[in-house]
């Protein structure tokens, strides 16, 4: 039988359904309540053209763009996603290769099935790869400052402060189904092991050591004083927000939503996007996740704003799909098409990447300029 051609994204979830439990599938595909956030933030990216620019010499693209002090292949990282272990036995492991292996930059979990020490090892393995920790605020301290020392000893450049997440998003899925992982997988950022872990409920685990009483002037400053790395915000959808993380000298915030994961309803990120990076008026770093699912999904992100996008799910079915091997063609796809999107758009750079490479579809007929 002829082998399965991989193509798109699309591509690659369809194959990873076909492998994945159905348990394990829903986990990682659904959000919360009605599901509105997690479809429109990849539908929504469907209502902005681009407007290419012809008869320019595109022979030598350059796709790179330079982060946390290194030039990475293109404007893409592997956002940081718990429980990769449920996806393949190689976890976040096969994630550090694949993103080595590709030249960009991964994000790691506080729920991650292995341990910052060794997920960063294996990738500086392979090649020059930088990490990020991304980070829960937490009733115990004395237990979040120990995550924030081994990341930095291991080499992560900076925390990601999920700031979304006082509480868990209702999620029907996981309350229906009873949803745990698999025994054996622990979480060793958090350090709890498989055991802890199969003794309460999905929410009940993360509510036990999540404060809810988390705060600008409680986690920012004091981030700060335990730690060199950069501090990044990520979860935000507002102007306000932004202007916060500027007052209380953040480096960068993620554009997030958490994946349509917790509170549904809210914009679709693409479409917060602009008003934050007008905001922000250069003087922070702007990012963006949620929905992006082709290189023109990428380009479209750019063109409104941001300096660099973040995937979650791809990288899952990536890694459903063939482990490592998955990974690094996910990345594969989403790279050739990113450069092919900018030569048809006529960008030798990413700098060249502007509001004026789009248009939006009006309900009217004629397309609108940004």
């Known amino acids: 039988m002829e082998a399965e051609k991989i193509l798109c994204i699309a591509d690659l979830e369809a194959a990873a359904s076909k492998i994945l439990p159905a348990s394990t599938r829903d986990f990682f595909n659904s959000g919360a309540t009605n599901q509105v956030t997690i479809r429109e933030n990849s539908t929504a990216y469907s209502k902005y053209r681009i407007l290419p620019r012809v008869l320019r010499d595109v022979s030598k693209v350059n796709t790179q763009i330079n982060l946390f002090n290194r030039e990475i292949t293109f404007p893409l990282c592997v956002s940081p996603a718990g429980l990769q272990g449920m ?39 392979i090649g020059p790869v930088h990490h990020v920790m991304q980070l829960y605020s937490m009733t115990d301290r004395e237990k979040e400052a120990r995550i924030v020392r081994r990341a930095e000893a291991s080499g992560c450049k900076a ?110 990120t693409i479409d917060a996007l602009p008003a934050c990076a007008k905001a922000a008026r250069g003087r922070i770093r702007i990012h963006i996740d949620g929905g992006i699912r082709s290189g023109t999904d990428i380009f479209k992100a750019l063109a409104l704003g941001a300096e660099c996008c973040w995937v979650g799910r791809p990288m899952l079915w990536g890694l459903a799909y063939n482990g490592q091997k998955g990974v690094e063609l996910m990345l594969e796809i989403l790279y050739n098409e990113f450069k092919r999107c900018m030569q048809l758009a006529g960008c030798k750079s990413v700098s060249e990447i502007s509001s004026s490479s789009l248009a939006i579809v009006r309900p009217d007929g004629p397309l609108a300029r940004l």
């Not at 994630?95 to 910052?116: D, E, L, Q």
Request: include cysteine.
């Open 87 to 125: 996806a393949h036995p190689d976890g976040e492991l096969a994630t550090s290769r694949a993103c080595a292996s590709m030249g960009i930059n991964m994000g790691i979990s506080s729920y991650a099935n292995h341990s910052v020490e060794q997920i960063t090892s294996v990738g500086t393995e």
């Open 159 to 268: 925390i990601f402060l999920t700031a979304d997440s006082p509480v868990l998003g209702v999620r029907y899925n996981e309350w229906r189904s009873g949803f745990l992982p698999p025994p054996g997988l622990g979480y060793p950022m958090v350090e709890k092991t498989s055991e802890q872990i199969q003794k309460e409920s999905h929410d009940d685990g993360f509510s036990s050591f999540n404060s809810n009483s988390h705060s600008w002037a409680r986690e920012i400053p004091w981030l700060r004083n335990i730690t060199n790395m950069e501090i990044w915000i990520k979860g935000v959808l507002t102007p306000e927000d932004v202007e916060t993380a500027i007052e209380y000298g953040c480096d960068g915030v993620i554009i997030s939503n958490h994946g349509g994961r917790q509170l549904d309803e809210t914009p679709a």
